[in-house]
Structure formats: C-alpha cells, structure tokens
C-alpha cells in the first residue's frame, strides 16, 4: 500500500540542503545540543515536578540528526503507527481483480506523495520526541517507546535567520523538547492512550474506495458551497476534516484536546524555565513569535493548510492559555492532576474553557 523505500528516496532527494557548516562546527553544534539536553532535563523535571516516585523515568535517546535522518525516523514511525490500517486495506484491495497490480502502482504513487510532504517538513522541524518509534539499536525494548531526536541543520538555519544567540536558542529548544520526554517518561500511561486513540482513528476508517469518493464530493461540494452554520471567527474545516467519519471526528476531538496539552504545556515550561537559564529569552520569544506570524509564501500556506500546521500553532497558543490559567489558580500540583489518568485530562471543551476543567477535576474531588 505504501513504498516506503521510495518515501525515504523522494524525500531525501528532494529536501532542500541545510545551512553551510564546517566539519568542525557540525561537530561542536552536535555535542552542544547533547549538553543542552541534558541540562534541559534536569531544569524541565525540577520544573514541573514531574519524577516517579521512587525511580527514574526509564531512558530515552538522545538523537542529534540531520533531515535526512528526520526523514528516516519518521517514516520508519509512520510504517509502525499504521500497520493495522494498511493490513486491513490490503485484505479489501487482495479480494478484488486486478488487485494486486493496483497495489504495487498505488504504494509508489503513495510513496512519492508522502516522501513530498515529509520533504517539505524536514526543513522545518527543529526537534520532536518520537513517540512511537521502532525497536532498534539505539532504542531497545522498554525504553517507553521513544527518542528525542533533535534536528541540528534546522537548529542553526533559525538561529542565524533570527539573529540571536546560538547557546540560548539551542538550550529554550532543547527545554521545549524534552518537556515532551519528561510528560511520556513521567506519565506511564500516556504513551499507551495516546496510541489506543489514533489506532481507533485508524480503525474507523472507511476504506471502500466508492463511499471515500462519495464522501469526498459531499466534501467538495461544502468547501464551494460555504458553510452557513459556522460560527463568526470559527475556521473552516480543511478537505481532511470534512471526509471523516462521525466516530473520527469524536476520537479527533479528544486528540486534539491532549495535542493541546501536550504542546502548551511544553511552552508554559520552556516559558517559564527560560528566564533562569536562558539571559536572552524574551529576545528570542518575540523574534520566534514575529517569524511565525510573518508566515511565506503562497505554497508554504497552502501546504501548512493541508497539512494541518495552522492547527498545530492554534494547538501551542490554546494549549499554553489553559496550562498557564489552571497553574495560576490552583499551583503546579494542582495542574499535574492532569496526569492522573485519562479521565482527568482536559476535553476539546475545557481547554478553551479552563475554569470548567478546574471545576471538574478539582472541586468534585475535593468535595
């Protein structure tokens, strides 16, 4: 269903080259970074508070990679993550005639496609904690299931665009990032529920190609036609969102709620961290903020559009709002039971609405 060989050949090719760096300056931005992680985790645990009791959260690489290597690790996450799906596709695609030969052109009409789209991504990503990485060498069984994997071509592109201090803009990445480590390592249940509900996405899914078609008409025709009973200010819902499933939009909505979470919280702490270990903060929070809302070029909107980027800042931006509401409140421990269970983290709802998760998970316990 899906060459992933030609994924990782198209995206490699295609991916622009990374800033010029001398060997001996690519060595020394390397081991950098490895310092900042380190540093990062020690401010990011003392921080939030969040350490198991007892133990150590179980360790995680640290991997400082070029886009290329991005590239790698993420389609090698992606084979992972939607190996049921393209199972159950393949058994339906199997039964009809011609099915086989369909299969081969379609997997490398799918390979090139995502191998564009991860093109485009991996000259963007700075760092990302890989959730649902692969067993490998450098990532052996009950590790968790993750690596931090740290892009260093992309690190230094920014830092010099921006004009700021390399040591700090390297050391406020690494804070985001391994806050990232520290929610998945601290909270041994997260990994596991986060996983249950994107496998049910996937699960949902509707894979007759005749009612995918249907759907994506209906689709089309309400993208041309508007949409009457949007709210004012409400964004109109991409191509993606108008062909789910009723079911996938609900399991959305709650992935969309802890994404919020995840993400704002990791800037409530490389906010909040940063002024005590990082002199140039604030230089570098508004230089980063001023680069994100000057946005580029009509392709770049285009493919953030689809690709769903412009979610993802409204992600950082909601998320960091309710972190930051439900801190000043009720205190840090008062927020990190948050991470009970599943049943404590905040609804799609609540995270535009703190007060509402407050009352929920506070006053009724307490009561």
């Not at 159950?88 to 995502?114: D, F, H």
Request: aromatic share 6%; charged share 25%.
């Amino acid at each position: 269903m899906v060459d992933w060989n030609l994924a990782v050949a198209t995206a490699t090719r295609l991916v622009r080259p990374g800033p010029e760096v001398g060997r001996d300056e690519a060595r020394a931005v390397v081991a950098e970074l490895r310092e900042h992680a380190k540093a990062a985790e020690a401010h990011v645990r003392a921080y939030t508070r969040m350490i198991p009791e007892g133990t150590e959260p179980p360790a995680t690489p640290v991997l400082v990679v070029d886009r290329a290597g991005w590239i790698k690790a993420n389609v090698a996450g992606f084979r992972a993550l939607l190996t049921p799906l393209l199972g159950k596709m393949q058994e339906r695609r199997s039964a009809t005639p011609g099915g086989a030969v369909l299969g081969a052109v379609g997997g490398k009409v799918t390979g090139v496609e995502l191998g564009m789209l991860l093109s485009f991504l991996a000259s963007r990503i700075l760092g990302q904690y890989e959730t649902f990485a692969p067993a490998t060498r450098d990532l052996p069984a009950g590790t968790g299931g993750g690596r931090l994997l740290l892009v260093a071509p992309n690190i230094v592109h920014v830092e010099r665009e921006l004009g700021v201090s390399p040591r700090d803009f390297r050391l406020w990445v690494c804070l985001h990032e391994e806050t990232h480590r520290t929610q998945f390592t601290a909270v041994p249940w997260l990994r596991d529920h986060l996983q249950g509900e994107i496998q049910s996405f996937l699960a949902a899914t509707d894979v007759d190609p005749g009612t995918l078609v249907e759907r994506l008409r209906e689709a089309a025709q309400t993208l041309v036609g508007g949409r009457p009973e949007a709210e004012e200010g409400e964004p109109a819902p991409s191509l993606v969102e108008l062909v789910q499933t009723p079911e996938q939009r609900e399991i959305l909505g709650r992935l969309t709620a802890v994404m919020s979470l995840l993400e704002g919280h990791a800037d409530y702490v490389m906010d909040g961290v940063g002024p005590q270990v990082v002199p140039s903060v604030a230089e570098i929070r508004e230089k980063f903020q001023e680069r994100r809302a000057r946005g580029a070029s009509r392709l770049d909107l285009a493919l953030r559009k689809l690709l769903g980027l412009d979610a993802k800042l409204r992600q950082y931006r909601d998320g960091e709002r309710f972190v930051r509401t439900v801190v000043e409140q009720v205190g840090m421990d008062g927020f990190n039971r948050v991470w009970t269970s599943p049943n404590t983290l905040p609804t799609k709802a609540e995270i535009a609405t703190p007060a509402d998760w407050i009352a929920r998970v506070h006053r009724k316990a307490d009561s």
